[in-house]
């Protein structure tokens, strides 16, 4: 069983940053696809961020291109999103998400509020 463990998430102020990290008890070189997801209060869960077990050609949202980036540290089996130039609209909990052999795996979120 693959568990992953967000952290990171806090309250922030309008243009601030904030780096989210996800743990996976696993090596995450086995791990086809890492994910960040966020689900706003009263939405459905939306892809924010992805990246391949290679590195390359990370996926973005476009409401949030120029502002964050994924990356991963295989030696410490974590994957961050860092978050700059924050807007109240990318409030929500967001949540890490793996793809292995077919099947996904989620954290159990962490929380992000940015005041306006």
């Known amino acids: 069983q693959v568990q992953l463990v967000e952290s990171g998430g806090g309250l922030v102020q309008t243009g601030g940053s904030l780096r989210l990290s996800c743990t996976a008890s696993?090596?995450?070189?086995?791990?086809?696809?890492m994910s960040w997801y966020r689900q706003a209060p009263g939405e459905g869960r939306e892809l924010v961020a992805s990246?391949?077990?290679?590195?390359?050609?990370?996926f973005l949202d476009y409401s949030v291109k120029g502002r964050f980036t994924i990356s991963r540290d295989n030696a410490k089996n974590t994957v961050f999103l860092q978050m700059n130039s924050l807007k109240p609209e990318d409030t929500g909990v967001y949540y890490c998400?793996?793809?292995?052999?077919?099947?996904?795996?989620w954290g159990q979120g962490t929380q992000v509020t940015v005041s306006s």
């Open positions: 998400n793996a793809l292995i052999n077919g099947n996904y795996y």
């Open positions: 696993v090596s995450i070189s086995r791990i086809e696809t």
């Open positions: 990246i391949t077990e290679g590195g390359g050609s990370p």
